[in-house]
Nanobody, 123 residues
Framework: QVQLVESGGGLVQAGGSLRLSCAAS????????MGWFRQAPGKEREFVAA????????YYTDSVKGRFTISRDNAKNTVYLQMNSLKPEDTAVYYC????????????????WGQGTQVTVSS
């Protein structure tokens, strides 16, 4: 069992930065792929970024490449999403998920989810 708690969301002007954190409980955190997804009003949950349990190259959706960075600290059971050069279209509820799946872009393949944190980017 893994419990996830996101934090770090808020209101920021376009061009600004935020760092989201996702703290996980459970001794097996290091064996899970961790992903960030987001959901805007009226839209489906979409993949943002993911990092495998063994590290290696992270994965990003095209719209955030060069602006967002995902990282994890297994010693702290935490995954981060550094978001720079934010745009109004980044406005959404951001969720972190944990899964043991190679299908890292598919939200349906994740086993555990946090409650989400709101990110609002004003123009």
């Amino acid at each position: 069992q893994v419990q996830l708690v996101e934090s770090g969301g808020g209101l920021v002007q376009a061009g600004g930065s935020l760092r989201l954190s996702c703290a996980a409980s459970g001794r097996t955190f290091s064996t899970y792929t961790m992903g960030w997804f987001r959901q805007a009003p009226g839209k489906e949950r979409e993949f943002v970024a993911a990092i495998s349990w063994i590290g290696g190259s992270p994965y990003y959706t095209d719209s955030v490449k060069g602006r967002f960075t995902i990282s994890r600290d297994n010693a702290k059971n935490t995954v981060y999403l550094q978001m720079n050069s934010l745009k109004p279209e980044d406005t959404a509820v951001y969720y972190c998920g944990a899964g043991r799946t190679p299908a890292i872009r598919d939200s349906g393949r994740y086993d555990y989810w946090g409650q989400g944190t709101q990110v609002t980017v004003s123009s």
